[in-house]
């Protein structure tokens, strides 16, 4: 069963990423030293790097019942960030968030996880889970506030390439069982 391509919650609006969507999401957070500090991706450098998210996404789309999205707010439709979900298995995924950083501080990653939740639910999700640096206390209090709860430290585990280069950084898993 796919998931829906687009998803409206009380202020957001999530939608499967298009590549006509390149320059802003190169622009409002993907090149952002800031905003991609605690990302376990490298920060976008050219709009190439973009563009090859973009595709990345299609292919996701493709081989599961969802993947990235978009995440706009309903009042004027400006892109705020993303979300999504990366499927492992059929019944196991990772969820995360990005903003851009005038959307921080709003309520916009909480809502935007609780959508995943809903979404992750809708294709048969059993295991939804996420991990977090754990110097990243603003994203582990949205993890918590979306009922997922802490499993533990994973130590010496993932890169943050904008934070610590060639490092491997612990992390907490958070994981919700549907």
């Given at each position: ?28 957070y ?40 978009l ?23 990772s ?84």
């Open positions: 069963m796919k998931a829906l391509e687009t998803i409206e919650s009380a202020r957001l609006v999530l939608q499967c990423p298009q590549l006509a969507d390149a320059e802003a999401v190169f622009a409002r993907a090149s952002d030293p800031v905003v991609t500090r605690f990302v376990g991706w490298a920060r976008h450098a050219s709009l190439g790097d973009t563009e090859a998210f973009l595709a990345f996404s299609k292919a996701e789309w493709g081989l599961w019942p969802a993947g990235p999205y995440i706009r707010s309903r009042a004027d439709g400006a892109l705020l960030g993303s979300t999504g979900l990366a499927f492992e298995t059929a019944h196991r995924a969820t995360g968030y990005v903003l851009s950083r005038d959307a921080w501080g709003k309520g916009y990653a909480t809502e935007a996880l609780q959508a995943m939740v809903g979404v992750a639910r809708s294709v048969g999700i059993r295991r939804l889970y996420a991990i977090c640096h754990t110097e990243h206390r603003a994203s582990w209090r949205v993890l918590e506030k979306c009922g997922f709860l802490r499993e533990g430290v994973l130590h010496q585990y993932l890169e943050f390439p904008n934070l610590r280069p060639g490092e491997l950084s612990d992390v907490f898993c958070y994981a919700l069982l549907l």
